[in-house]
Each structure stands twice: as C-alpha cells, then as structure tokens.
C-alpha cells in the first residue's frame, strides 16, 4: 500500500526501497551526508528531516530516543533561526 501511495505522489519507482515486513525500525532511507546534511536540512531550503531514515542504516532495535535527541537538536537550531 505504502508503494502505491508514493508512486501516485510521483515519486519515482527507483527512489523507492522496499525490504518487507521483516524489519520494524526502517532507517538509512536518507542518511545524513546523503541526503540531509549536517543540520538535517535536504537540498530544498528550509525542509529538514528529523526521523530514523537520517540514521547509516536501520538500528534494528527501538531508536526513539535517537529520533528524540536529532529532534530536539534541530528543534534548538530552528528556534534560534527565528
């Protein structure tokens, strides 16, 4: 479902990565140095990503508190930008 949703939001087939239902804690979709630079901003201006997909790779165990940390982080970075 998840494929058909992207695929009629126009992404392209290639971008999509899909590894089944085996893994819970996806991550590495956009990693850091990749995708998002170092303050977790993307190529486009002012769109940043705060979610396991900046992670290398997926934890494969519960990586909330990372998220939480990268969130707070950029959360801090942002509030001083205004």
């Not at 085996?22 to 769109?47: C, Q």
């Amino acid at each position: 479902m998840a494929i058909e949703i992207l695929a009629k939001a126009g992404v392209d087939h290639r971008h999509i990565k899909f590894k089944g239902p085996d893994g819970a804690h996806p991550g590495g979709t956009a990693a850091i140095g990749e995708v998002v630079d170092h303050n977790l901003e993307t190529e486009i201006k002012n769109l940043f990503i705060a979610d396991a997909s900046v992670l290398a790779a997926a934890p494969g165990l519960p990586p909330m508190l990372t998220i939480m940390t990268l969130f707070r982080q950029l959360a801090k970075r942002l509030t001083r930008l205004m």
